[in-house]
């Protein structure tokens, strides 16, 4: 093989960036859509919301099971799966015409294609693939997330004032099954052992049995202070992100802002966040994970305030957004980084599926208390409030991360094969 050839791990990061991209700028379009769809259902902020949450508490609930099913019939069969009922789900939910009908589709069956297609199964693959710049590798994720929220978010935007929200619900359909199922079957690889490959390309002597697979079970990995660790601090990222997705956009309309300067400032955070992202993962290689995390968890809380607290003024919003989007991005690579640096790179699927439950608990609650306290005090102000505390809870809680690892390396085989 000759030495210059690429590296096929990444290959296999570029085509799951590429779908992260996707999945995560459908969670985060949720925004654009409130107004229209709840004035055509005539239903409140509160209901909509509350599907929404529902929707984010099972796309965590499901993340287990996808886990096990990864570790178990390989990552291909459950993203081929995923994609499909995640673009039928997508395109049957512009079709709605009762609130029942949107909690079944956006709520439920939409929940499991996400689950399916997501960042965690995303993260599983990679970790195999990587260990020394296994940050790095896993940063590129988070700059596409990212880069979905900038991208799409104004994309739909301009969609739903042109098309309506049932096309534009219908569009994403085609777009997601157009773009993921290709990547899925062609690209995707579930590690670099089944190619006869070593992690991160290595070709030194003893290089495989230096990195034989590591397993540690859910029910082992729960016994111990790390995991409770990265999963409180997850679910300070999942309320604070799920609350800015859902209710970003309406809040800033609120505070004077049009339309389209409230999604562009959404679309700022997650642009600005794509470099940032690759950053923070060659940085955290280098200088430590743990203390790249709580930096970012404590940046937020700072960001989430500016957003709150700066009215009618968009050039003003505009710039806090291009400064927090050195926040928005990193918690998953990073904790996905740990998790596979702690538990073992082959434990990623089923130990980071269950650790996501609690970050989507967090996502669940995030949405829905903003639209409940909306309802409840007439503003934004008192969940903003609480979001900043927990972030910089989770600041200090993942200051405290052992990063030492609690298993012990074992051969195991990968389920899927090529």
Known sequence: MP???VFYGWWVVIGFAIMVFISTGVRFTVGPFLKPVVGELGIDRASFSLVVAMGLFLYGAFMPLIGRLVDRLGARPVLVSGCVLLSASMAATGLVTRLWHFALLYGVLLALGLAATGHVVASAVITRWFVRRR??????LGGASMAGMSLLVPVVMWL?????????????GAVLLAVMLPITLWVVRESPEVMGLTPDG????????????????????MQSVPFWQLAGGLFTCGFSMSLLSAHGVPMLTDHGYQPMVASWTLGLLGGTAIGFSLILGVMADRFGRRLMLAWIYGARAAAFAGLFLVRDHPTAILMIAALGG??????????????ADVFGRFSVASVLGTIFLVHQTGAALGSWLGGFLF??????????ALACTILSCGAVLSLTIDERARVLPRLSPVAGGR
């Not at 940050?135 to 590129?140: E, F, I, M, P, Y």
């Not at 050195?326 to 740990?338: E, F, H, K, P």
């Open 3 to 5: 030495t210059n050839r």
């Open 160 to 172: 739903i004032l042109t098309l309506g929200w049932r096309w534009t619900y219908g569009v994403i």
């Open 326 to 339: 050195m926040t928005m991005g990193g918690t998953m690579a990073l904790a996905s980084a740990l998790s």
């Open 202 to 221: 290595s070709r030194e002597a003893g290089a495989v049995a230096a990195v034989t697979a590591e397993r540690t079970t859910v029910s082992c990995a």
């Open 135 to 140: 940050a790095t590798a896993l940063s590129l």
């Open 375 to 384: 309802e409840a005090t007439g503003g934004y102000g008192a969940v903003f």
